[in-house]
């Protein structure tokens, strides 16, 4: 019995070492198991493209032509011939003024004219018969001048009331009030029957406005830097800068995203202003449609250099790190890096990346919530210069 237990004894310290082995093959094998895959990313390289920089102002549209609707002469209102808001045309008719006194001072001039004319006959008939009397010495010398000078009197007269007829015809046409630029008409300011003041001096009645609309300006102000670089930048070709410039420009209205509206700068003013150190610039945009309205804001893209090439990312794959901008970039490793960049405006869904990218680094696009820095990854390709859609913005922390 005793030699039986010793070769079991034996045995079992035999076997504990292979026992061992074999638990510690499985630990092994279950932890391997355990281990994620790196993660999987889309990356995709930079866009190289041509572009020219552009510089943001803010600014507002004017009319090219804004009138004031006011009498020339003053009367009662007798009608309005427009609707309030309506689109008028040059040489509509917008306002008449009671006639019937203006047409009287007329009837009245013309008359007096008549008379005058009619002086003017008798004094001719006059003089013609003194000339052959002052030669017989039938009449005087003194009474000869007396009927010459009687004859330049009546021509005189018959001018002036030539001038007369000529007033009071104007006055009666200034009774109907037109239109002296196409665009869209406020509303009225004074209704039929009231008294209208009007003349070229003192104070006269507002009856209308009158605002162009097609085309129409777009104002607004550039700083002197930005006026200086643009001269420094001109080389010999058109800039914003130059008054003799058709240089085209881009415009967005406040609610649209894109630079949609296209038109051309037409005025940069001849001073800075010494208050603000700013200077005004003018650009002109077509407006057939009557979308742009005067006094209504905008934003103004100008050139501020030559075209260049520049790399471009989806603006998804830009990451933020306090006050600094990075990109995710996989090496040849598949281990992830960041890059700082500075970045330009958005091109057609791109961001511009000014410096800190290569055109053949591979930038994570879709999948940043899934990597860190120094992580390893599975990179896939992607063949699109788009953003991703459903992309995730990548972490602000570098350190873990």
Do not use: W
Not at 14 to 35: D, H, M, N, V, Y
Not at 45 to 63: C, H, L, N, S
Not at 194 to 212: D, F, K, P, R
């Amino acid at each position: 019995m005793s030699s039986v237990h010793t070769l079991g004894r034996i045995a079992a310290v035999l076997l504990l070492p292979g026992l061992g082995l074999a638990l510690a093959a499985c630990e092994r094998s279950e932890s391997q198991a355990k281990t994620p895959p790196p993660p999987q990313v889309t990356v995709a390289r930079p866009v190289t493209k041509t572009i020219t920089d552009q510089d943001e102002y803010v600014g507002r549209f004017v009319a090219v032509d804004a009138v004031e609707v006011r009498a020339r002469v003053s009367g009662y209102l007798e009608k309005v011939h427009f609707q309030d808001g309506q689109l008028v045309k040059k040489g509509d008719l917008l306002f008449t003024i009671d006639r019937r006194p203006f047409q009287n001072a007329l009837d009245q001039a013309r008359a007096s004219l008549t008379q005058a004319k009619a002086n003017l006959a008798f004094a001719e008939s006059d003089l013609a018969r003194a000339e052959g009397l002052v030669g017989g010495n039938v009449i005087s010398r003194q009474t000869f001048e007396q009927r010459t000078q009687a004859m330049r009197v009546a021509e005189a007269n018959v001018v002036a009331q030539e001038a007369a007829v000529r007033q009071a015809a104007l006055d009666l046409e200034f009774t109907e009030l037109r239109a002296t630029a196409s665009g869209r008409i406020g509303d009225r300011r004074v209704s039929p029957g009231n008294l209208v003041m009007g003349g070229t001096a003192g104070t006269t009645t507002l009856l209308a406005t009158i605002q162009s609309i097609d085309p129409i300006r777009f104002e607004f102000t550039m700083d002197e830097t930005s006026y200086l670089r643009y001269l420094r930048t001109a080389k010999g070709g058109p800039d914003p800068a130059s008054r003799d410039a058709n240089v085209p420009v881009q415009l967005r209205l406040l609610d649209e995203r894109a630079f949609a509206h296209q038109g051309r700068m037409d005025f940069v003013d001849n001073a800075i202003d010494r208050s603000s150190g700013t200077i005004r610039g003018r650009a002109e945009f077509a407006n057939a449609d009557g979308t742009f309205t005067p006094g209504m804001f905008g934003r103004i893209q100008v050139a501020s250099g030559p075209p260049g090439e520049a790399l471009l990312v989806p603006d998804v794959a830009i990451g933020t790190e306090q006050v600094r901008k990075f990109v995710l970039v996989v090496d040849d490793q598949n281990i992830a890096r960041a890059k700082y960049v500075t970045l330009g405006s958005v091109i057609e869904g791109l961001r511009v990346v000014a410096s800190g990218l290569d055109a053949n680094d591979r930038v994570v696009v879709n999948g940043l919530m899934r990597v860190r820095p120094g992580a390893k990854v599975t990179p896939l390709l992607s063949t699109a210069a788009a953003s991703p859609k459903g992309a995730q913005a990548p972490s602000n922390d570098l350190a873990n």
